[in-house]
């Protein structure tokens, strides 16, 4: 597919800088303008990066802002005796954090220290803050925000097609499927550069958008499917139901390629069409559309978002996605399969190098005595030294503090008082902590209790390899030159370790150096970086990953000839429709879920400091059903107070016929009062622990807008 | 060290079975329990709803929910081809037809339904069998032997047009017989829907190809050995290949009669689906709880769920309060969902009916203040899903209930005319939509009237669709071209 740049953009300037945008998991390819005499730094879209082709979101275009912010964090702080933040010196800093950690290990034991990482970090980051945790705490506790994110998918991925790489084919791929089936994802405000793809899918294709809300991406779709909250299993064993019962499965496909189909077979033919219907709202008609579009085409695709992963069966639903599509003999054909839209950054290479509790580089598992040895070897201890599966994140940060043991956490680029379920748990158990360290570039609400903030350099301030949706690795370069006294997660990561004893294991902090290291530890691996350098990168501009030689090419496509198990065949899985952890009742009568902004990224730590993205959309809105508005008394402009089981907010008012009768959804980008999270319910998958986000039981009742809301001010 | 493992015992291998033991082996019920079952029938367990798929040619395996080697694969004990003929509830034994014995500590009936059998003259031979040509449709072996009697151009007569009865209609006529259904309601399908519906859905089922007559019921089953027609209670007679019965169902309660269970229509259960007998349990079509029993599946599956919540200690509050009843019908052409009350019921209740005679759609709702407490749809079933929700939820109906009958129809909402586009020129739709109608027709074009899409160009793909859906007038595009 040739770059088609748009008619308005200008030729890079000569001075222009090609990196990647600091937000999503597209990371489109930017160009970084700007010199150390201007305080301006200019962002354009990269016409010639493959992914993007010239279009950047809001989000991104707007992204140099924080390069140049007034809050921008240019001192390490440390907290006073008499509550108050003051700025310290980096070796006081430092100082003071290694002796601490020491003190607290020494008193309660390694696994009283904790890390938490993010989908944000470069794969560099993500490698070297894992081996920290484990070599230099010594600690079995680290996990990451991308628990919140990509677990499900990549957990249902690893047991269908014994592999977790998101999309297993490059982003246009998209463009040319005959049948694309969106599922819970609205990617036209959460990843607006990837409706080019869409838009050039439907000019001789079918888009099918599953989403209980009439979503900007649903407006689009040929049919929408707008399903009841946390049915989604029910709906894709119904359609495997409905393709068996119709005899359009790939039976050929079935018998040379997979496993385990039979016992599939015989479940879902338990799952009748009227009882779908009733579970998911989904009438038989459409189901019966969605599944021949489907079938009938010689090309067709699901992708998943996080709408039926951020569920307490997230797991089990994206097998039965897996277990639809491998029945109808897509998965690893042209233009085909399965796939799931990561959300972070570098929420891909994030998960592959060791921030997961349970994983070690590469895609290795902590648990695994040969995946254990592999790494002990690279980093030069004894196997038996490695330190266990530690706590998944909500548990990880439910288990803060004297009750649950553990007493010191690091944080680096994520703001988990916002990100976390069930918020204001979260909240007070960051509060007692004995040491609370944020490394972020901004103060936000998880640094609010923190006992020391070390202010980090930013996206376009340094180098390092990002993996980005379809596993295309990366590099981002330095555009910028750091403000004094901002310095990179490495730097912090090596004199920490030097501090406590471990410096040898920690000799560089150069990206380049660590990535090196990063590519030894991944030999052998599932996701095996061996054969990737930086120059590679900067020769190709990208690498697909698995890449086990420097002479290999990288691998764009998966699944072609066969799966990554011993035998090559994809294994089908026997799941169920089971209810959300929480179902409405009659004191909670109404379906809660959240979801996103164009105009904001997460937590909303970055966006929030950008005024062109806050004049935008300043504030979250619940949106609301007309006729349940009516039945509330309440209008667009007012406000609404929305309670569950575990706290309450009060929100501005969108009345939206976008939405179901039964269900209110809000944003969650938002902290402290407006947190949506403080609403969520923590309740967690099985297999993955995911926390069900997108499902919980509210009542609410109309209140008077509060002087602190804006009214209906929004532009939604 | 753990104590050892308790006997479970079921009795009976139909779905309410399968479901409970997919419900029990997920909360790890095996490290509690031994579990035992008897059924009846040869086999493993299937799915009794798609019956019908076999009767029209299926292999067997096809609906076969749970093969023997399942049981062995799962650690379950299967009993096939073994009735149960009494528990021993004080001596906690089963004891089987075959003369065995064996000891359990909890017994629970899932025993179904059995099908009514009218004692007609000639419905038996004299040693009391069916007389050939003659089917019960209700198990797999059922389904075989008419599938191998059936022939194209053959008779049948089929007794009973309630859903069971239509579905085995439909197959045969789909077979190539000639097909009569013979109904005693005064309209077919009567417990799910009103005289009306039942008309319609006669108009419907006509038109396929198949006969029916509705107020009329067999006097006398005619023929020498096999049978060779029916006599009517107008006296009229119809030549008939074979006969098939669906014209109802019992709650199947002999072993629990003869257990000394109490039974009234069933077995009576309290809300954890126990019988006030120690250790004794039933659930599904057997099962009778606060006074009813049910018929179809869903009941006994969320039984099944309680039941096993109660039993493994999952959730041991778990209760059940009764099953909200939907039922649909959907063949070719044929297209009906019903739920709760077909008829008003207090004076105060209110009755929405929607009637399109010459496209054979009707539609109904019961309506009880603001909530719906029946539907039914013929015809028309576009609004089920949504209807069906509003009945589960006990949701309050629009002020105007016919709104619910319409899907999709916008119920108004906010003007989304001054929604953003263009975050980075702040374009609103309202804006876009009145340069478009005054005739820019392309996005370029757009873009040059309105800025919209020359930021970060995120929005392009907005600008065609909103082209596509609201088309500038074409005189407008003329102008301006």
């Not at chain 1, 079938?295 to 992708?303: D, H, I």
């Not at chain 1, 035998?567 to 179902?583: I, Q, T």
């Not at chain 2, 006030?276 to 039933?282: D, I, R, S």
């Amino acid at each position: 597919m040739l770059p088609q740049p748009l008619p308005t953009l200008r030729a890079p300037d000569p001075i222009a800088t090609r990196t990647h945008c600091p937000y999503c998991a597209f990371q489109c390819g930017m160009l970084v303008t700007g010199t150390d005499g201007d305080p301006r730094t200019e962002v354009k879209a990269d016409p010639e990066f493959p992914v993007n082709r010239g279009q950047m979101c809001i989000k991104g275009f707007t992204a140099g802002d924080l390069i140049d912010h007034p809050a921008r964090l240019t001192a390490p702080k440390l907290r006073a005796r008499d509550g108050r933040m003051v700025p310290a010196s980096w070796d006081a800093a430092l100082d003071f954090v290694a002796e601490r950690l020491l003190r607290l290990r020494a008193a309660h034991g390694p696994a009283a220290l904790a890390a938490f990482g993010s989908g944000a970090l470069t794969n560099e980051k993500a490698y070297l803050l894992g081996k920290f945790v484990r070599v230099a705490l010594g600690s079995p506790n680290i996990d990451y925000n991308g628990r919140y994110c990509m677990a499900s998918a990549a957990a249902g991925q690893n047991k269908a097609f014994g592999v977790d790489r998101g999309l297993p084919f490059p982003i246009e791929d998209i463009a040319r499927t005959k049948v694309l089936l969106l599922w819970g994802g609205n990617c036209a405000l959460t990843m607006p550069p990837l409706m080019q793809w869409i838009a050039e899918q439907q000019s001789g294709g079918k888009l099918i958008v599953v989403d209980p809300r009439r979503t900007e991406t649903a407006r689009l779709a040929d049919l929408h499917l707008q399903l009841t909250p946390g049915s989604d299993l029910a709906l894709a064993c119904g359609l495997l139901h409905l393709a068996i019962d119709e005899r359009l499965c790939d039976l050929d496909y079935i018998a040379s390629r997979t496993q385990g189909f039979d016992e599939v077979r015989r479940a879902v033919m338990q799952v009748h069409p009227a009882h779908v219907e009733r579970l998911t709202g989904v009438s038989i008609d459409d189901q019966l559309r969605t599944v021949r579009l489907l079938a009938a085409e010689e090309s067709g695709m699901l992708l998943s978002g996080r709408g039926p992963e951020q569920q307490s069966k997230g797991v089990d639903t994206v097998l039965a996605f897996t277990n639809l599509m491998l029945a109808l003999g897509k998965v690893g054909k042209p233009a085909s399969g399965y796939g799931c839209l990561t959300g972070q950054g570098n929420g891909q290479g994030g998960r592959e190098h060791g921030q997961k509790a349970d994983q070690l580089p590469g895609y290795r598992m902590i648990e695994n005595l040969e995946d254990r040895e592999a790494l002990a070897r690279v980093w030069g201890i004894d196997p038996a030294t490695l330190p266990g599966k530690g706590k998944s994140a909500y548990e990880l940060l439910d288990a803060l503090g004297p009750e649950g043991g553990i007493r010191a956490l690091l944080v680096f680029g994520s703001n988990v008082a916002v990100a976390s379920p069930n918020a204001r748990n979260i909240e007070r158990k960051l509060g007692s902590l004995d040491l609370l360290v944020v490394c972020d570039a901004f103060e936000n609400e998880t640094s609010a209790t923190a006992h020391a903030i070390l202010p980090v350099l930013q996206w376009a301030e340094e180098a390092g390899t990002m993996t980005n949706l379809e596993g295309r690795v990366i590099l981002r370069q330095p555009a910028r030159a750091a403000p004094a006294g901002a310095r990179s997660d490495l730097e912090i990561l090596c004199a920490l370790a030097e501090r406590l004893g471990h410096g040898e294991r920690f000799p560089s902090s150069t990206p380049e150096v660590v990535f090196d290291e990063l590519r030894r530890a991944t030999a052998g691996g599932r996701a095996d970086y061996s054969g990737i350098t930086y120059d590679k990168i900067r020769r190709a501009q990208w690498i697909f990953w698995p890449c086990p030689s420097e002479d290999h090419p990288g691998t764009p496509r998966l699944f072609e000839e066969r799966f990554q198990f011993p035998d090559g065949r994809a294994r089908f899985h026997v799941v169920r429709h089971r209810p959300a952890a929480e179902l409405p009742d009659a004191a909670y009568p109404l379906y809660f879920t959240t979801g996103r902004y164009k105009e904001h990224y997460n937590s909303g730590a970055q966006t929030r400091r950008v005024s062109a993205l806050v004049d935008a959309q300043p504030a979250p809105r619940v949106q609301v059903h007309p006729r349940l508005a009516s039945d509330l008394g309440v209008a667009s402009g007012g406000a609404l107070l929305v309670e569950s089981r575990r706290g309450s907010v009060t929100f501005g008012v969108e009345v939206s016929a976008d939405v179901r009768t039964d269900t209110l959804f809000a944003p969650f980008h938002w902290g402290g009062k407006l947190s949506a999270n403080i609403l969520t319910n923590p309740a967690l998958d099985p297999q993955s622990r995911m926390p069900e986000f997108k499902v919980c039981a509210v009542r609410a009742r109309a209140v008077a807008l509060p002087p602190s809301l804006p009214g209906d001010g929004g532009t939604a | 060290m753990s104590p050892r493992k308790k006997r479970l015992v079921i009795i009976g291998n139909g779905m309410a079975t399968c479901r409970l033991l997919d419900e029990l082996l997920e909360r790890d019920a095996l490290h509690r329990y031994e579990i035992a079952v008897f059924g009846a029938e040869r086999g493993g367990a299937y799915n009794r709803i798609l019956l019908s798929k076999v009767l029209g040619g299926d292999d067997p395996d096809a609906i076969v929910t749970k093969p023997p080697s399942w049981y062995t694969d799962h650690g379950v004990q299967l009993h096939d081809g073994v009735s149960v003929r009494r528990l021993d509830t004080a001596a906690k034994i089963v004891e089987t037809e075959d003369g065995q014995s064996a000891r359990y500590d909890l017994a629970v009936f899932a025993t179904g339904s059995q099908p009514l059998v009218p004692p007609l003259d000639g419905m038996t031979n004299g040693d009391g069998e069916l007389r050939p040509g003659v089917f019960i449709y209700r198990t797999l072996d059922d389904c075989l032997k008419m599938r191998a009697h059936a022939r194209a151009g053959d008779n049948a007569v089929v007794l009973g047009g309630g859903l069971l009865g239509l579905e085995a209609a439909k197959v045969l006529s789909d077979a190539g017989l000639h097909v009569t259904v013979v109904h005693a309601g005064r309209t077919l399908m009567n417990v799910q829907l009103d005289e009306l519906g039942g008309e319609m859905l006669e108009r419907q089922i006509e038109a396929y190809g198949i006969f029916v007559r509705t107020g009329r019921t067999l006097e006398a089953v005619l023929g020498d050995s096999f049978v060779d027609g029916v006599r009517l209670d107008d006296d009229k007679t119809l030549a008939a290949d074979m006969l098939v019965l669906a014209c109802g169902v019992r709650p199947r309660v002999d072993v629990a009669r003869a257990s000394d269970l109490p039974i009234n229509k069933g077995i009576i259960v309290n809300d954890t689906l126990a019988t006030e007998v120690p250790g004794v349990y039933a659930i599904g079509e057997c099962a009778e709880h606060a006074g009813r029993t049910y018929g179809i599946v869903t009941p006994a599956w969320e039984q099944a769920a309680i039941l096993a919540e109660v039993l493994t200690g999952a959730n041991p509050q778990a209760r059940y309060r009764g099953s909200k009843v939907y039922t649909r019908l959907k063949v070719a052409g044929i297209d009906v969902a019903s739920m709760g009350r077909i008829d008003p019921e207090l004076d105060s209740d209110e009755v929405i009916q929607v009637v399109e005679t010459r496209r054979g759609a009707y539609r109904k709702l019961v309506v009880r203040g603001r909530a719906l407490v029946g539907a039914m749809l013929v015809g028309n079933t576009a609004a089920a899903a949504d209807l069906v929700r509003i009945f589960d939820r006990g949701d309050p109906l629009p002020d105007d209930p016919l709104e619910a009958l319409c899907p999709g129809a916008s119920s108004g909402g906010d003007e989304r005319a001054d929604r953003m586009v263009c975050n980075c020129n702040k374009v609103s739709e309202g804006r876009l939509r009145e340069a478009i109608s005054c005739g820019a027709a392309s996005v370029e074009a757009l873009c040059l009237a309105t800025r919209a899409g020359t930021g970060c160009g995120s929005c392009r793909t907005e600008l065609a669709q909103l082209l596509a859906r609201h088309p500038p007038p074409p005189t407008r595009i003329a102008a301006a071209g």
